[in-house]
T-cell receptor
């Protein structure tokens, strides 16, 4: 089954404790992206990657890091989480050669930073 | 920068009736794509319908259809014969055609749709 696998589904952590949210896709998609969803703001792009070793900032990159060492994986790293990073996070992927393919989203990670 | 606005935070409809969700966007591009996504309580993001800006014909997917007004930069979603399973958050999204940020989706704020039996 074609899918984006995102883990964990729920995470509660304390301020300053480094964490990683994993994302893996099995569709050989070139483009992968992270979004955060907040009430009244919709989804906003954090970081994206157009291919292996090619990453760039989205609209709200502060406090986050990413890496793309393999095509299938695109982890999101919070090195020193703060309460304002409490949010719902989505990983998504798509092919690079046309919008008609649409996007495949992970099932989301609900992060709470206390 | 492109922006997407959904001015209706909440909407409600009776089962079997029709409801229209509004979306406007701002862009200087001539080629782009527009999407409606559904997010039920399970949080899964489900593609409902998509529209290419170069196509004049409005997209339709079963009970879902759009009214795409390019000059007015409007992209509304009509749900006919509403069902209880249509209850969800709906997001309008924009994607540019080509360029280095081709893959970015710009989302609206979302509209919560309630369906009454």
């Amino acid at each position: 089954e074609a899918q984006v696998t995102q883990n964990p589904r729920y995470l509660i952590t304390v301020t300053g404790k480094k964490l990683t949210v994993t994302c893996s896709q099995n569709m050989n998609h070139e483009y992968m992206s992270w979004y955060r969803q907040d009430p009244g703001l919709g989804l906003r792009q954090i970081y994206y990657s157009m291919n292996v070793e090619v990453t760039d900032k989205g609209d709200v990159p502060e406090g986050y890091k990413v890496s793309r060492k393999e095509k299938r994986n695109f982890p999101l790293i919070l090195e020193s989480p703060s309460p304002n990073q409490t949010s719902l996070y989505f990983c998504a992927s798509t092919k690079s050669d046309g919008a008609n393919y649409g996007y495949t989203f992970g099932s989301g990670t609900r992060l709470t930073v206390v | 920068a492109q922006t997407v606005t959904q001015s209706q935070p909440e909407m409600s409809v009776q089962e079997a009736e029709t409801v229209t969700l509004s979306c406007t966007y701002d862009t200087s591009e001539s080629d782009y794509y527009l999407f409606w996504y559904k997010q039920p309580p399970s949080r899964q993001m489900i593609l409902v319908i998509r529209q290419e800006a170069y196509k004049q014909q409005n997209a339709t997917e079963n009970r879902f259809s759009v009214n795409f007004q390019k000059a007015a930069k409007s992209f509304s979603l009509k749900i006919s014969d509403s069902q209880l399973g249509d209850a969800a958050m709906y997001f309008c999204a924009y994607r540019r055609y080509g360029g280095t940020s081709y893959g970015k989706l710009t989302f609206g704020q979302g509209t919560i749709l309630t369906v009454h039996p």
